[in-house]
């Protein structure tokens, strides 16, 4: 019983009853008040040594980790034995482990996606190029900007102002798809007219005739031979 061995064991050691060792206990005082130092200082060294095993499997274990995984061994050490696990899991594990926000270059940052985002411009409203729309929304997307710009556009005044300058409305784009679809029809020698034109460029052919002037504008900036039985003749 000096050594801490539970009653339990002793018993059935010794093949003696619970009532035996109470008479024992009574008879040598001080035998209870050691057992029960001697029952606590077990239990604190099973707690500790479940908690080095457990550290030499995940030496990166946070307190955290040892509370979800040892609960009951955490709640002992941590109310009878805190100064002990404290040292096997000291701050700076629990620092070591929170990511550490960079302080992030805004004007760099700007700088730089304000270089790409034009661009990423001039190669979507080069000539010869089929045309697609270059809206702010394209382009902040092509260069991986959408969220960030969204969510904080004061931070890329450069970006923005290539966006004001350069953002493609619709009439501009419907110009450049016009334009690109009879240089097309142009190159292969074939007279521009309503039906052809919207197939190639794309556009209902509403729209053409609501433009129609537009059209042949463009057409003879290009020397495109206009159908003579055709809608823009």
Known sequence: MRSGVKKTAIMQRYCCSEWALTLIELDEPGLNACYRKAGKQSTQQGNRTRLEQYLAIRPTATRSD???????????????????FYRQIPDKRVAA???RKERVDWAGTDRQK???VSSIFDRMLAPGVKPVQATETAVLKKAGLWTRYR??????????KV??????LYEQFLQRQVAW?????????E???????????????????DRKDMV????????????GRSFFA
């Open 151 to 160: 969510n904080n556009p004061k931070k890329f005044p450069l970006v923005n």
């Open 216 to 227: 042949i504008k463009v057409s003879r900036e290009m020397n495109a031979a206009i159908n």
């Open 66 to 84: 040892v509370m979800k995984a040892l609960p009951g061994v955490y709640d002992a050490l941590i109310t009878k034995d805190k100064e002990w």
């Open 181 to 189: 679809a009879v240089k097309q029809m142009a190159s292969a020698g």
């Open 114 to 116: 304000a270089a790409e």
């Open 163 to 168: 966006l004001k300058k350069r953002s493609e």
């Open 191 to 209: 007279p521009i007219s309503i039906n052809k034109l919207r197939r190639v460029a794309g556009v209902p052919a509403q729209l053409l005739r």
């Open 97 to 99: 482990i929170k990511t």
